[in-house]
């Protein structure tokens, strides 16, 4: 597989490798590939436990276990004051 980057890459690649924290461009990009994919796993971790919970909220709500808005938000302001005073 051939790349071919930007002169602003290049730039950002030469300045990594400058610092001595890597010893080669293959490296860099190795690192920047294994941080991306990192990134991209949270992202997609986060984003199901967000669906998950978001579902399971919807069902409390039908179920009639929630609260009105007004009382949450009164509830969270009350949280806040207590938060600020301490």
């Known amino acids: 597989m051939s790349i071919t980057f930007s002169p602003e890459q290049e730039q950002i690649i ?4 400058a610092t001595g924290k890597f010893n080669s461009v293959d490296e860099v990009i190795q690192t920047a590939l ?8 949270s992202h997609e971790v986060w984003l ?6 978001i579902d399971e909220g919807i069902a409390s709500l039908e179920k009639g276990e929630g609260i009105d808005g007004e009382t949450f938000v009164n509830q969270l302001l009350i949280q806040l004051k207590q938060a600020k005073e301490a």
Do not use: S
Not at 14 to 17: D, I, S, T
Not at 34 to 41: D, K, V, W, Y
Not at 48 to 53: A, D, G, N, Q, V
């Open 14 to 17: 030469q300045v990594l490798l």
């Open 34 to 41: 294994h941080l991306l994919a990192q990134e991209t796993f």
């Open 48 to 53: 199901e436990e967000t669906r998950t919970k």
